[in-house]
C-alpha cells in the first residue's frame, strides 16, 4: 500500500492521516491523524460507544496505558507475545517471516505454523529480502517479543510494559468492577484506548502499526446460567466463513441470518454469535461495503490457547482480506491467572435458590507434631495438606484405612504426615452460595483499520461536467463534517449572511466548516472529497427574502452523493440538517 494508493494520497493531502515527525524522517508505524481524520476517528469511537456500552447497559473505564511486569507475567504476553523475526544477511534489515511467506507464496496462515516450518518454507521456495533482494534460505528465525519496555519510577527496580492490549486493564481491576457491579453476572465493562505493539516491519498504512486504538468489550458471565438475547439479532444476515469451508477445495462463503448459524452449529457460542449480529449492523452504519465484508472462524491453528472459539470480522481492502476484530470466548482463563498471580479474589458469589447441606473435607494439623518433624517446611506441609484435601479427600481416606499416611510434595520434596496428625475429617456444611470465577466474551477490534476501511470503501470517483470527482460517500453520523456553509460570493453582505448561519448551526451542536475561497464549483468539491454530506449556500435570492436584522429567508441546501439541491428555511435549517445527520429523514423527504 504505498504513497500512490489514492487513500494514502487523499489522507495526507485532505488531513485524514500522516506519517508522524516527517521532519525528521518519520518513523515507520507511528501516524498523525490531522483535522478530518480526528473528528472521523472520535465519530467512530462514539458510535461504537454507543453501541456497545450504552446499549448493552455495560461499564466503561480508561485505564493506564503503562502497567507493572506482573500484570503482563501473569497474562502470558512476556512469554507468547511474540512473532517470527527473520534477518537480511546482507543489509540487515528485519522483517516478520510469516509475512514474506505469506505475501510471495500461497500459504496463507504461515503466522500459525512452527519455526522449523517456516524456515523450510523460506528454503524451499528461495525467498528474499524485500528491502535489498538478498536470498534468506538458511537464515534463522527466532521469536520476537512485541512489547515495549519501560521503567516505572528512577531506576530499573519497577520494570513495566506500554499495553500490547486494553483487556488486562480491565482484567486486572475485576475485583472492584465486580463490587460496581453489584456481583451480578453477566456484567460487561468497555474500553477505548491506545495499545502499543512493536511491530518488525509496519506495513499498509494504518493496517499495521506500532500504535493504535482499540475498542474492547469484556463481558463476564456465568457459563451454567447466563445466555444472551439472541432474539435481536436473530434475523441479522451475514457472509460467514467456517472453518471447514476453508479447509476444503471448495469452500465457499455461508450466508446466513445469526439465528441460523446457532441452530445449525456453525457458530457454536451463542454469545458470540450475538456478538456477530450486533458487530454486522454496526459496521454496516459507519460505512463499511457488505460485499467486501465476512465473518471469518479461527483454524484450528490459529485459535490462541484459552480460546475455546474464535471469529474474525473481515474487511477486503486493496486486494487483500484484513482482520477488523475479533470475538472470542475466553473462558475462565483471564481471572484464574491473575488470581493465582496476584493471590486476590477473582470470584463473584453466587447464591444459590435454596440453602444446600454439602460435606466439605477438612484439616487441622497437629503443629506440636509438624514443627519438630519438618523444621521450617512445617507451615508448608500443613497448607498442601490443606490443599490435598480439598483436591482428594480419597487419599485421605486411604490413608485412615490402612493406618498410614499421606504424602505431599513441595518444590519436588516429598513428606509423608501420618494421618492421624492431620486432623482430617468430613463436616457437614449447609451453604447459600458459592465462590465462582465468571468466564469472559470478548469483542475486540482495532478503530485505526475500521477507519482505513470506511476510507477505502466510501472512496469512489465520477465525471462532473467533463472533470474528474472524488467522493467519500461516508455516512453523515460519521462524516468529520456535517455541513459546509458557503456565501455564493464574497460581496454584497453574502459573506455576513453566511458566517451568521455558521453560528447559529454550530449553536445547535453541528459540525460547520466555512469556505468562501473559490469558484463555488470548486468548495463543492473539496467538500466532496472529505465526505462532507450536505453543504449550505447563502445566495442573493437568500437576501431578497429577509432583511438585514433577522435570518428569514431560504438557503441552497446540496447532498453530496446525489449533488441534489433544494430550497430550505434557514429557520428550519438546523433541526433539518440534524435529522439528516441521525437519518431520521431522508435528504429525498425534504
Not at 471448495?250 to 452449529?265: N, P, Q, R, S, Y
Not at 484405612?401 to 504426615?417: F, L, P, S
Not at 459546509?484 to 464574497?490: I, Q, W
Amino acid at each position: 500500500m504505498s504513497e500512490g494508493n489514492p487513500i494514502v494520497e487523499l489522507a495526507k493531502r485532505r488531513g485524514f492521516f500522516l506519517q508522524s515527525a516527517d521532519a525528521y524522517g518519520g518513523v515507520s508505524g507511528f501516524y498523525t491523524f490531522g483535522p478530518e481524520g480526528a473528528a472521523l476517528k472520535q465519530n467512530i469511537e462514539d458510535t461504537w460507544r454507543e453501541r456497545f456500552t450504552i446499549q448493552e447497559g455495560n461499564m466503561e473505564v480508561d485505564a493506564p496505558t503503562v502497567m507493572p511486569e506482573p500484570v503482563f507475567e501473569a497474562s502470558g504476553h512476556l512469554e507468547g507475545f511474540d512473532d517470527m523475526l527473520i534477518e537480511c544477511p546482507e543489509c540487515g534489515d528485519s522483517h516478520r517471516a510469516d509475512h514474506i511467506v505469506e505475501d510471495n507464496t500461497d500459504i496463507e496462515d504461515a503466522e500459525s505454523m512452527a519455526i522449523e516450518r517456516v524456515e523450510e518454507i523460506v528454503a524451499e521456495y528461495e525467498l528474499t529480502c524485500p528491502t535489498c533482494g538478498a536470498g534468506l534460505a538458511g537464515q534463522a528465525i527466532q521469536q520476537f517479543n512485541l512489547m515495549f519496555e519501560t521503567n516505572i519510577g528512577p531506576g530499573s527496580s519497577s520494570p513495566g510494559y506500554l499495553r500490547p492490549e486494553t483487556a488486562q486493564g480491565i482484567f486486572v481491576e475485576f475485583p472492584q468492577l465486580a463490587e460496581y457491579a453489584r456481583n451480578q453476572l453477566p456484567f460487561g465493562v468497555t474500553q477505548i484506548g491506545r495499545a502499543y505493539r512493536n511491530e518488525i516491519s509496519p506495513r499498509k498504512s494504518l493496517l499495521r502499526v506500532r500504535e493504535f486504538t482499540q475498542a474492547e468489550l469484556e463481558l463476564f458471565i456465568d457459563p451454567e446460567e447466563d445466555e444472551p438475547d439472541l432474539e435481536r439479532v436473530a434475523d441479522v444476515t451475514a457472509p460467514f466463513y467456517p472453518a471447514d469451508e476453508q479447509q476444503s477445495d471448495d469452500g465457499e462463503i455461508v450466508e446466513a441470518t445469526v439465528g441460523e448459524v446457532v441452530e445449525e452449529g456453525i457458530v457454536a457460542d451463542p454469545w458470540i454469535a450475538y456478538y456477530l449480529g450486533i458487530a454486522k449492523r454496526w459496521y454496516e452504519s459507519i460505512g463499511v461495503d457488505m460485499d467486501r465484508f465476512r465473518f471469518r472462524q479461527h483454524l484450528p491453528g490459529e485459535l490462541a490457547h484459552y480460546a475455546a472459539d474464535c471469529w474474525d470480522a473481515e474487511a477486503e481492502v486493496d486486494g487483500d482480506w484484513i482482520e477488523l476484530a475479533g470475538f472470542a470466548y475466553r473462558g475462565d482463563y483471564d481471572l484464574s491467572k491473575h488470581a493465582a498471580h496476584s493471590e486476590e479474589e477473582f470470584t463473584v458469589f453466587k447464591q444459590y435458590d435454596e440453602p444446600v447441606t454439602v460435606e466439605r473435607p477438612t484439616v487441622d494439623p497437629d503443629m506440636s507434631y509438624l514443627g519438630p518433624e519438618f523444621g521450617g517446611d512445617a507451615a508448608a506441609v500443613a497448607d498442601a495438606l490443606e490443599t490435598l484435601a480439598e483436591r482428594d479427600p480419597d487419599a485421605f481416606r486411604d490413608a485412615q484405612a490402612d493406618g498410614g499416611a499421606v504424602t505431599v510434595e513441595i518444590d519436588g520434596q516429598a513428606y509423608a504426615v501420618p494421618v492421624e496428625k492431620t486432623g482430617f475429617e468430613i463436616e457437614e456444611v449447609t451453604e447459600s452460595g458459592e465462590h465462582i470465577t465468571p468466564h469472559v466474551v470478548e469483542p475486540s477490534l482495532g478503530i485505526d483499520r475500521a477507519l482505513y476501511t470506511v476510507l477505502d470503501h466510501s472512496y469512489r470517483e465520477d465525471e462532473i461536467d467533463g472533470e474528474i470527482r472524488r467522493v467519500l460517500e461516508l455516512p453523515p453520523e460519521v462524516a468529520p463534517t456535517t455541513v459546509g456553509v458557503f456565501p455564493l460570493m464574497d460581496r454584497d453582505g453574502l459573506a455576513d449572511r453566511a458566517r451568521e448561519v455558521v453560528d447559529r448551526l454550530r449553536d445547535a451542536g453541528l459540525a460547520v466548516t466555512y469556505d468562501d475561497s473559490g469558484a463555488i464549483g470548486r468548495r463543492y468539491r473539496r467538500q466532496d472529497e472529505v465526505g462532507t454530506p450536505f453543504c449550505v449556500t447563502v445566495d442573493y435570492e437568500t437576501l431578497g427574502e429577509g432583511d438585514d436584522s433577522d435570518l428569514e429567508g431560504t438557503v441552497t441546501l446540496r447532498e453530496r452523493d446525489t449533488t441534489e439541491q433544494k430550497r430550505v428555511p434557514i429557520s428550519d435549517l438546523a433541526e433539518t440538517l440534524t435529522e439528516l445527520r441521525d437519518g431520521d429523514i431522508e435528504f429525498t423527504d425534504l
